[in-house]
C-alpha cells in the first residue's frame, strides 16, 4: 500500500488549497478512504471520509468549507479546502479505512502528510 499526498502550502485565511493523494497497491475503488490533520501540539483527528459508494462525511469544524471527493479511474482522492482559517493549519494525511461511519473513518494505512500553513 502506497499513499503520496500532495497540494499543500501556505494560504492567507479565507484562501483555498486543493489535496491530492495518489493511491496504489491496493484495489483503491473497493475502499473508504479519509483524510486527518495533525496540528502543532495536537493528537491527529479525522477531517473527511468517502465511501467506495461516494457517501460523504466531515468532520463538524470543517463540514460546509471542505469537500472530499475520489477518482476511482486514477485510484486518487482529493480534498477542496475552502474559506481556509488559522486554526486548519496542520499537516494533513491520507488514509486507507479499514470502515468508515458518519463521525470517523478507522484508518489502517497512512500517507506520509502535506502540510499545509493558514496565515491571519
Known amino acids: 500500500v502506497q499513499l503520496v499526498e500532495s497540494g499543500g502550502g501556505s494560504v492567507q485565511a479565507g484562501g483555498s488549497l486543493r489535496l491530492s493523494c495518489v493511491a496504489s497497491?491496493?484495489?483503491?475503488?473497493?475502499?473508504?478512504m479519509g483524510w486527518f490533520r495533525q496540528g502543532p501540539g495536537k493528537e491527529r483527528e479525522w477531517v473527511a471520509s468517502i465511501t467506495s459508494i461516494y457517501r460523504s462525511s466531515y468532520a463538524a469544524s470543517v463540514k460546509d468549507r471542505f469537500t472530499i471527493s475520489r477518482d476511482d479511474a486514477k485510484a486518487t482522492l482529493h480534498l477542496q479546502m475552502n474559506s481556509l482559517k488559522p486554526e486548519d493549519t496542520a499537516t494533513y494525511f491520507c488514509?486507507?479505512?479499514?470502515?468508515?461511519?458518519?463521525?470517523?473513518?478507522?484508518?489502517?494505512?497512512w500517507g506520509p502528510g502535506t502540510q499545509v500553513t493558514v496565515s491571519s
Open positions: 497497491g491496493f484495489d483503491f475503488e473497493a475502499y473508504c
Open positions: 488514509a486507507r479505512c479499514a470502515g468508515c461511519g458518519d463521525d470517523g473513518c478507522g484508518a489502517s494505512d
